[in-house]
């Protein structure tokens, strides 16, 4: 099997509490203004390719809830699993 990686940057664009949870609704960064022309905004190398994206994570973890906020950015890292 070859170890195939990818990183994707997400940005947390909703946040809804619950009691005992919290859900996150994540959107792949692209672009909501002009990037550079200079290609320093590094959320341009991630939009270019990734240029979509979503994804929705329900969080039980007690250290976790309430502390993900709208707006904030994460990488988010696929590797293969051990089958």
């Known amino acids: 099997m070859s170890k195939i ?11 809804e509490r619950f009691n005992g949870s919290d859900r996150i609704t994540c959107n792949a960064v692209a672009r909501s203004s002009a990037y550079p022309e200079d290609g ?3 959320d341009n190398t991630y939009a270019k390719f990734s240029p979509s994206g ?10 976790l809830l309430g502390v993900i906020e709208p707006g904030q950015k994460f990488y988010l890292d696929f590797t293969p699993a051990a089958e």
């Open 5 to 15: 990686t990818m990183r994707a940057k997400m940005q947390v664009n909703k946040v």
């Open 54 to 63: 979503e994804l929705s994570l329900t969080i039980a973890n007690p250290v």
């Open 40 to 42: 320093s905004d590094e």
